[in-house]
């Protein structure tokens, strides 16, 4: 079965490749994690939409939440005859085997979203990280939480001038992960917020996970007893959204109001915003993140001095393999 796929992959590549004229010849190979997360979704729109402003070529596959399905696909993209690849890994850890293929092939690889150890990184002079740096998006949605807490002591439902919250979780050991449920905390202390975490838990950045979760908070905890959600993303932040209007809270009554807050700005969490279900959530500029990762790839293939090349595009290249995209703070009128 994967035999019979692949075959059709190459030869549908090939046939891509040929059809086309290319002004510099970038053939970009990607692998994103996982197609069915929604933040991910915005990414690969915005690499398609920049290589064709580019006039270069993409082929971007879903490696399926399967690190061993994404090695035999670089394999399989290298074998294509792909010059740069621009990677999502399933396992940051795991992207040794990844440099070493690109080594191997001599191409460049620009890893995405998931960051490599530097350790790793730092063992291919053509190996780069496009991403958005994970504390400062926690700080940001600690910030924006408690700026609303401030405007509203009556948060506090138990009156014991702390903060009650519950955490959800992405998937365990992502940077965004680990950095993201720190960050926020460490911001609402910061601002002078006493946080205390009821419950933690891993949701893996997915809305349904989230929403059974909050649930079960809810049925063990009881909403009255919570008093903020922290979520790593907004999907997960929409599922539990979702818990709370199953009981009658983030409708629209004062009274029967907990304040959600997210990570990512997809549509989704916007509009959940616009209703007044959602507090808040952080700009993981999808596009600017997108564009930079296809401006770099097509950069190194050109293989011109890529420090001043990527300098004239607007951005910069820390550490020699580095160009972090910032977040932006996303909040609407209240209501
Ligand atoms: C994060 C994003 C999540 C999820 C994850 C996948 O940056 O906030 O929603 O897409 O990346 O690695
Ligand atoms: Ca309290």
């Known amino acids: 079965m994967r035999k019979v796929s692949m075959t059709a992959l190459i030869l549908a590549l090939i046939l891509a490749f040929s059809q086309c004229s290319f002004a510099d010849d970038v053939k970009i190979g990607s692998c994103i994690y996982r197609f069915s997360d929604a933040f991910m979704l915005r990414f690969r729109n915005a690499m398609s939409a920049e290589t064709e402003r580019e006039g270069a070529s ?37 992207a040794q085997n990844i440099i070493d ?15 490599p150890p530097a350790e790793i990184l730092k063992t291919y002079d053509k ?17 924006l939480l408690a700026a609303y807490l401030k405007e509203h002591p009556e948060y506090d439902k138990n009156n014991d001038k702390k903060l009650q919250f ?17 960050y926020s905390v460490k ?5 002078g917020i006493v946080p205390v975490q009821i419950v933690g838990a891993i949701a893996n950045w997915d809305k349904l996970q989230a929403m059974n979760m909050m649930n079960a908070f809810i049925m063990s905890i009881g909403s009255e007893n919570i008093e903020a959600v922290i979520a790593n993303n907004d999907e997960m932040a929409l599922g539990a959204v979702e818990a709370l209007k199953a009981n009658d809270y983030n409708k ?33 500029d999808a596009d600017g993140q997108g564009k930079a990762a296809v401006k770099l790839a097509a950069a190194l293939v050109s293989g011109k001095d890529i420090k001043s090349d990527i ?15 910032p977040y932006q703070k996303v909040t609407r009128g209240e209501k």
């Open 101 to 115: 293929k690109a080594k191997n092939a001599n191409i460049p690889v620009v890893f995405i979203n998931r960051e």
């Open 252 to 284: 629209g009554n004062p009274e029967m109001y907990i304040p959600v807050v997210g990570v990512d700005a997809n549509a989704s969490a916007l509009d959940a915003m616009d209703r007044g279900e959602m507090l808040g959530t952080v700009l993981n």
């Open 166 to 182: 519950v955490m959800l979780m992405g998937e365990n050991g992502h940077q965004d992960m680990i950095l993201r449920s720190e």
């Open 58 to 94: 993409i082929f971007i596959l879903d490696s399926q939440n399967d690190q061993t399905i994404q090695d035999q696909q670089v394999d399989e993209l290298i074998s294509s005859g792909v010059n740069v690849l621009i990677i999502n890994p399933v396992d940051r850890m795991a």
């Open 311 to 325: 300098k004239s595009l607007g951005y910069e290249i820390t550490d020699n393999r580095y160009i972090w995209i």
């Open 127 to 143: 190996a780069y990280y496009v991403g958005a740096k994970a504390e400062e998006s926690g700080t940001e949605q600690g910030e």
């Open 187 to 191: 911001a609402l202390k910061d601002s």
